[in-house]
Each structure stands twice: as C-alpha cells, then as structure tokens.
C-alpha cells in the first residue's frame, strides 16, 4: 500500500500582503474583496502530492 503526504507552500508575500490589507481596511473602514482575496490566496498557496 502506498502513503502520500501533502506538501502545501507559501509564498514569502502572502503574509505580508495580510498585514497590509488588515492595516488598509482598518484605516478605511472598508471590507476586503472576498473574490479577489480568493485569488490571490489561490496564487500564493501550491500543494504537491508525494507519493511513497
């Protein structure tokens, strides 16, 4: 029987752009575009399936 693990990285940006969209939406007192928010997240996560 084979085992897999999932490996899920982060791009070195997405932490930082958190940082300055949280300090953006408390200083204008607007809501995040969830759509966008998804895709940016979608960019900046990759997973890869490794088999053993």
């Known amino acids: 029987m084979k085992t897999g ?3 899920v990285t982060q791009a ?7 940082y ?13 575009d969830i759509d966008k928010l998804k895709a940016v997240i979608d960019r ?3 997973t890869k399936i490794v088999w053993k």
């Open 20 to 32: 300055c969209l949280a300090a953006f939406c408390a200083l204008t007192g607007q809501e995040p």
């Open 12 to 18: 070195w940006w997405l932490t930082p752009y958190f």
């Open 5 to 7: 693990q999932v490996i």
């Open 44 to 46: 900046a996560l990759k």
